[in-house]
């Protein structure tokens, strides 16, 4: 659960992303198989090397719904419920992945931030994505 | 044993000459003890650690930040030979301060974080993935003589 103070600084890191969710999203996508390489099994319908369009699109569609997620922080189960059942049932994205995603995440916005992305802020996204991550892996099993 | 290409050599030793090593270890410190309060367990003498301001403006977190980074400076001299360069500060981690080496992948984390903060758009996806690849190197070299 999120304190107050925290939903505030997840809400402040959403403003820079809101209406650029393709955009943040690409490079997300795009630090994550250059970082991770292994993570691109995952997306192999994208190819071996996916083009800038086919990041943009696919990055929009993780953002948006992260996007979702930052809408409901207080009830992120109900809220991701249909997403929870994608990664279960159809995606099976092994739960050792989601830490990598995360990371790559945290390096972005302190890229695009820096200075601004404080220690606070950190911690607050760190817990966020983590209870997301949490939720999306809920019901594996 | 770890190889670096030529470009993976040249992206971290080209960042490495423009890092301030006390500021950015400080904060390296500091970050991880707040986003990852349990490894505030190994700190125990260091003082005040009640709050996030209280953490970043430590004096000892600051001095042990430099020192750790200062160490990860030789690892930027002799990234083809990480294990020995550490042997040493491998048994020390595990006989004298008993650190779970699963912190050594956190710290490296937060060192890309950090970094990524004063690099900016020069961070680019190519770097981190040199500077990943250093951070986990130099997790594995000092976890190597655990036993």
Same mark, same amino acid.
């Given at each position: 659960?999120?304190?107050a ?16 969710? +393709?955009? =943040? ?7 994550? =198989?250059?970082?991770y ?11 071996? !090397?996916?083009?800038? +369009?086919?990041?943009?699109?696919h ?19 109900? +809220? ?7 990664? $279960? ?8 992945? =989601?830490?990598?995603?995360?990371? !790559?995440?945290?390096?972005?916005? $302190? ?5 601004e ?15 997301? +991550? ?8 | 044993?770890?190889?670096?290409t ?31 309060p ?5 700190? /125990? ?34 990234? /083809? /030979? ?12 595990? /006989?004298?301060?008993h650190v ?46 655990y036993h």
């Amino acid at each position: 659960m999120l304190s107050a103070q925290e939903r505030a600084h997840v809400a402040q890191v959403w403003d820079l992303i809101a209406g650029h969710e +393709a955009a =943040f999203g690409a490079e997300l996508l795009l630090r994550l =198989f250059t970082v991770y390489p292994s993570t691109k099994i995952y997306f192999k319908h994208l190819g071996v !090397c996916p083009d800038e +369009a086919q990041l943009l699109t696919h990055g929009q569609r993780l953002l948006e719904a992260v996007g979702v997620a930052v809408q409901h922080t207080d009830h992120l189960r109900a +809220a991701l419920s249909p997403l929870a059942d994608l990664h $279960a049932q159809v995606l099976r994205v092994d739960p050792a992945n =989601f830490p990598l995603l995360i990371q !790559c995440f945290h390096v972005m916005l $302190a890229s695009h931030l820096q200075g601004e992305f404080t220690v606070q802020m950190q911690a607050a996204w760190d817990k966020f994505l983590t209870e997301v +991550a949490m939720v999306l892996t809920e019901k594996y099993q | 044993m770890v190889h670096f290409t030529a470009e993976e050599k040249a992206a971290v030793v080209s960042l490495w000459a423009k890092v301030n090593v006390e500021l950015v270890g400080g904060e390296v410190l500091g970050r991880l003890l707040v986003v990852y309060p349990w490894t505030q367990r190994f700190f /125990d003498n260091f003082g005040n650690l009640s709050s996030e301001s209280a953490i970043m403006g430590n004096p000892k977190v600051k001095a042990h930040g430099k020192k750790v980074l200062t160490s990860f400076g030789n690892a930027v001299k002799h990234m /083809d /030979d990480l294990k020995d360069t550490f042997a040493e500060l491998s048994e020390l981690h595990c /006989d004298k301060m008993h650190v779970d080496p699963e912190n050594f992948k956190l710290l490296g984390n937060m060192i890309l974080i950090v970094l990524a903060t004063h690099f900016s758009k020069e961070f680019t996806p190519q770097v981190q993935a040199a500077w990943q690849k250093l951070t986990a190197a130099v997790a594995n070299a000092l976890a190597h003589r655990y036993h």
